[in-house]
C-alpha cells in the first residue's frame, strides 16, 4: 500500500526548525474532521514521515483529513517541549482550518504511536493551553483533543510508578532520563518528583477527560523482571491502568490487545489499528 502525497508538506506551525507538518485533506465540499498524528521514537527520534500508508488512506477514505508531525526532540529541548509543541500544531491546524484547509475546529483527534500515544494522552487530558486575550490568533485556539486514537503507548512516565506496575528495567529506560533530565539516582528527590507527575498523562485525567482508544500490538506478556525494557514500556499494562481510572470516571476508554487478532499475521497488525481506531473516530465525530 503506498502513502499519498500531502496536500501540504513541511508545512511551519512553529519557529524550530522542527516545528513542521505535513497535511492530508480528506475530498469533502464540506469541512473535515482532522486526526493529528505524532511519531513515536522515545522522544529522542522518529520523524512525521513514520505515520504509515494504512493510517492515512483509512482516513482519508473515512472522510477524516490527516495531518503528521514532527516535535522537538529531547536532545534539543526537555519535557515540556514536546507536549507543547504538539499543543501549538494542534492549535494551528484549527487556526488554518478556519482559514482556507476547511477543518472543523469542534472534531480534531490526537493520536501516535508510543512517545506519540503519550504526548496526544497529555494534551487530551491536561487542561487547555490555548491564551483566549493573546494577540497571536493561534495561541487563542484550543490545545485539547476531542478525543485520541493511540497504540503501544504509555499513560505514565514516572520511573517510580512504572516500577510499581511494570518489573523489569523498563522504569529505567532511557528515554525518561533524557526527557526530564533526571539521573536514575535522583529519580527520589522532590525536583524529580515533580517533574514526573507534570509529564505523566494519567495524572491529569478528570471525568472531563477527552474519549480514548488504546491498541496494543505487543503480546500481554506475563508480568515478570524477565520483561525487556522494550517489552515493559510497550506493555498493555500502561492501557489497563488507565482505562480503570478512566472507567471509574464514566470516560470511554476502549482498549484492543494483540490477542484480540487472534492469529492474524504480523502485518495485518497495522491493518488492524488503523480500521478500528478510524471507525472510533468516526463514532466520536457523528460521522455513523
Known amino acids: 500500500m503506498e502513502k499519498p502525497v500531502p496536500d501540504a508538506r513541511n508545512v511551519p506551525y512553529g519557529p524550530h526548525p522542527r516545528n513542521v507538518l505535513d497535511f492530508w485533506r480528506a475530498d469533502s465540499e464540506p469541512p473535515t474532521p482532522l486526526w493529528v498524528w505524532i511519531h513515536g521514537g522515545g522522544f529522542m527520534g522518529g520523524d512525521k514521515s513514520g505515520v504509515s500508508p494504512e493510517l492515512v488512506n483509512a482516513a482519508l477514505a473515512a472522510g477524516i483529513s490527516m495531518a503528521s508531525i514532527n516535535y522537538r526532540l529531547s536532545q534539543q529541548a526537555p519535557f515540556p517541549a514536546p507536549m507543547h509543541d504538539a499543543a ?107 517533574v514526573f507527575a507534570a509529564g505523566s498523562p494519567i495524572n491529569y485525567v478528570t471525568a472531563q477527560a477527552a474519549p480514548v482508544f488504546l491498541f496494543y500490538p505487543m503480546p500481554n506478556l506475563p508480568l515478570t523482571p524477565a520483561l525487556s525494557a522494550n517489552e515493559g514500556i510497550h506493555h498493555p499494562r500502561f492501557g489497563e491502568v488507565l482505562k480503570e481510572k478512566l472507567d471509574s470516571l464514566g470516560v470511554e476508554c476502549v482498549l484492543r490487545y494483540r490477542e484480540d487478532c487472534g492469529d492474524c499475521p504480523d502485518e495485518e497488525i497495522p491493518r488492524l489499528f488503523a480500521r478500528e481506531a478510524v471507525q472510533f473516530l468516526r463514532r466520536q465525530f457523528g460521522m455513523t
Open 88 to 194: 501549538r500544531a494542534i492549535q494551528f491546524l484549527r487556526f488554518r482550518g478556519r482559514t482556507g484547509w476547511k477543518l472543523d475546529p469542534s472534531r480534531v483527534a490526537a493520536g501516535g504511536g508510543s512517545a506519540g500515544g503519550g504526548i496526544s494522552l497529555w494534551l487530551g487530558f491536561h487542561e487547555d493551553l490555548a491564551e483566549p486575550s493573546s494577540d497571536d490568533p493561534i495561541a487563542r485556539e484550543s490545545t485539547r483533543p476531542d478525543c485520541m486514537a493511540c497504540t503501544a503507548t504509555q499513560s505514565s512516565y514516572d520511573p517510580n510508578f512504572i516500577r510499581s506496575i511494570i518489573p523489569g528495567p523498563a522504569g529505567g529506560h532511557e528515554a525518561m532520563q533524557l526527557l526530564f533530565r533526571v539521573r536514575p539516582e535522583d529519580n527520589d528527590t522532590p525536583r524529580a518528583r515533580e
